[in-house]
T-cell receptor
Framework: SQQGEEDPQALSIQEGENATMNCSYK?????LQWYRQNSGRGLVHLIL?????REKHSGRLRVTLDTSKKSSSLLITASRAADTASYFC??????????FGKGTRLHILP | ETGVTQTPRHLVMGMTNKKSLKCEQH?????MYWYKQSAKKPLELMFV???????ENNSVPSRFSPECPNSSHLFLHLHTLQPEDSALYLC?????????????FGEGSRLTVL
């Protein structure tokens, strides 16, 4: 069954702007991960945030986690054309099952 | 050399053919996974292997048959597939199943069933 649900399904922004994607889930988790997928390629791990963490940074990426609302957000600052891709959240629950959402398609306009 | 390698990258087969997808990981990981990615659907977990033992089979039809001869190699044998099986098949590995961390994915095998 699906766990993570990304929002929005698709997002188009101008290069240089910030992009924010959200993920909501239903059951308790051990950690939540964000992945990126370029068209027709494999997924690439971006960042992992554990259930006892609230915020994490990696370069231009900022991830927040609110376990009380069962939601997470991924912020990409100062977007670039190369950021055009699909972004997926994946939740790892107490049974160590990993479940992916449907993803957000991000398009950076020149 | 990439961490997880999948071959072939593209495969076209008829419904009566038998083919196999291969995955190899060079990361020393103990867990390997097969995922199916169809258009407009979430990634579907098909099979999970830990230390060469199958630990999960998510109600996958028997026309898909996995094989894990050792912790570095994973195969997906395909037989009598249907057109709706056309999809991107992704292999992934992780260090362990317990306290699962980052998954490392291959580039996928794009399968088209005619």
């Amino acid at each position: 069954s699906q766990q993570g649900e990304e929002d929005p399904q698709a997002l188009s922004i101008q290069e240089g702007e910030n992009a924010t994607m959200n993920c909501s889930y239903k059951t308790s988790i051990n950690n939540l991960q964000w992945y990126r997928q370029n068209s027709g390629r494999g997924l690439v791990h971006l960042i992992l945030i554990r259930s006892n963490e609230r915020e994490k940074h990696s370069g231009r990426l900022r991830v927040t986690l609110d376990t009380s609302k069962k939601s997470s957000s991924l912020l990409i600052t100062a977007s670039r054309a190369a950021d055009t891709a699909s972004y997926f959240c994946a939740t790892v629950n107490r049974d160590d099952k990993i479940i992916f959402g449907k993803g957000t398609r991000l398009h950076i306009l020149p | 050399e990439t961490g997880v390698t999948q071959t072939p990258r593209h495969l076209v087969m008829g419904m009566t053919n038998k083919k196999s997808l291969k995955c190899e990981q060079h990361l020393g990981h103990n867990a390997m996974y097969w995922y199916k990615q169809s258009a407009k659907k979430p990634l579907e977990l098909m099979f999970v292997y830990s230390l060469e033992e199958r630990v999960e089979n998510n109600s996958v039809p028997s026309r898909f048959s996995p094989e894990c001869p050792n912790s570095s190699h994973l195969f997906l044998h395909l037989h009598t597939l249907q057109p709706e099986d056309s999809a991107l098949y992704l292999c992934a590995s992780s260090q362990d199943l317990v306290d699962t961390g980052e998954l490392f994915f291959g580039e996928g095998s794009r399968l088209t069933v005619l």
